[in-house]
């Protein structure tokens, strides 16, 4: 297959050629030929040296520009590529997982860059990001089909990072039909999960490990589950001993996915699920001298973009502070950071602020990212997102 070439600037290949996947619209020769090609192309990467480097997709209104699919100069992009590509994610996630419940393609990390597909046992949902895959979606949903065979597949086209793409919102029911309430299984667990007007996909498998960590601490003790989604480390200490637990999230469709989660569980009686902003409401536990001896905090990304790191940092540690505050003592606080924006020794050092502006001492029992259904591109920093902390405080 023959497609258009983009050219690297001189003195811009070397991110490229150090392993990076991405290629920023400022390392490339943005000519007139360039310009004109419609986003979400396939493309051959030329070196200055007018060397073939590889394929990718690109997009000529993006910062990110190109997205390497292959350094195979002479690879042909189509419905087999794909699945190959989906194949070999299959074949490592039934290596670490027993049952159909992970994140299958992660993006970069599955040389698949910019296409995520989660599996919620036999409905599938995929979420192309880019416009790459906007233009190659019925490859991908074919070679989805071919690869798994599942009953559902269901396009969720809403996340915010399309918009940066230039690609409108869409979900949709690629096959099949998607019965509700939907089951999925999680540390030995039933949870109601909404894959259509959920959010993300439905689901947030990457705090799969760091949920039973959690509930590991939370045993014989009081459980605070703050931006609490649909329940996830709230239910899971129950599970591992909690003698009760209170979530506190602002969206009213996520609390009732966790109440129905809490009944399918047995355990409704023991967990409060409160709709609420969270400053406020740890601000109301501190006034009401509640504690708690788990408290774990997992807000939305506070750095969306660069440019907002300090102000994101401030954030965070004001999070840690008024968290650190309910939490008994002696007893245990969690907090993690979902943006690839923040580096984790300046992610640690806010947290660490903020627990000692509570005037609380301590020590960190862990420092991890996601699960191993979400892996790393060694040559993507940014692959490195989500951030998980837990401190045992005096």
């Not at 990072?161 to 099949?176: Q, S």
């Not at 660069?306 to 969690?334: H, N």
Request: proline residues 6%; charged residues 25%; positive net charge.
């Amino acid at each position: 297959m023959t497609y258009p070439s983009i050219k690297l600037l001189p003195g811009r290949d070397r991110r490229f050629r150090a392993g990076s996947p991405w290629i920023y619209s400022n390392e490339i020769e943005m000519d007139a030929a360039a310009r004109a090609l419609a986003p979400g192309a396939l493309v051959r990467i030329m070196a200055p040296n007018a060397h073939l480097l590889g394929v990718a997709h690109f997009n000529p209104h993006s910062l990110i520009a190109a997205r390497l699919l292959t350094r195979n100069k002479d690879a042909t992009i189509d419905q087999r590529f794909v699945r190959r590509r989906i194949g070999r994610a299959l074949a490592l996630r039934e290596r670490l997982f027993d049952r159909p419940f992970y994140r299958l393609v992660h993006a970069e990390a599955d040389g698949l860059p910019g296409l995520v597909v989660d599996r919620l046992g036999e409905v599938v949902v995929v979420q192309p990001n880019t416009a790459g895959w906007e233009r190659m979606l019925e490859p991908v949903i074919a070679a989805v089909d071919a690869e798994l065979a599942p009953s559902a597949i269901v396009v969720r086209g809403d996340a915010p990072v399309r918009a940066l793409e230039g690609l409108d919102d869409v979900v949709r029911i690629a096959k099949g039909e998607v019965r509700t309430p939907l089951e999925i299984e999680e540390n030995g667990l039933r949870f109601v999960v909404d894959p259509i007007a959920g959010q993300k996909t439905g689901w947030y498998f990457d705090q799969r490990e760091n949920r039973a960590f959690a509930a590991r601490l939370a045993r014989g003790e009081a459980a605070l589950d703050l931006y609490c989604h649909a329940g996830g480390f709230a239910l899971t200490a129950l599970a591992g001993g909690a003698t009760r637990a209170l979530g506190i999230d602002s969206s009213e469709p996520a609390l009732e996915q966790a109440r129905a989660s809490a009944t399918l569980q047995g355990v409704a009686e023991r967990v409060e699920l409160r709709r609420g902003e969270v400053f406020a409401e740890l601000d109301r536990l501190t006034a009401a001298k509640e504690r708690f001896g788990v408290v774990v905090a997992d807000p939305p990304p506070f750095v969306k973009a660069r440019k907002d790191l300090g102000a994101g940092l401030k954030g965070y540690t004001k999070l840690a502070r008024l968290a650190a505050t309910v939490v008994a003592e002696p007893g245990f606080l969690c907090i993690a950071c979902c943006s690839h924006n923040v580096p984790l020794a300046e992610f640690r050092d806010a947290a660490w602020h903020g627990i000692k502006d509570a005037g609380r001492g301590g020590r960190i029992l862990r420092e991890a990212g996601a699960g191993p259904d979400h892996p790393l591109h060694p040559g993507l920093p940014e692959s490195a997102y989500l951030k998980f902390l837990a401190f045992a405080l005096d």
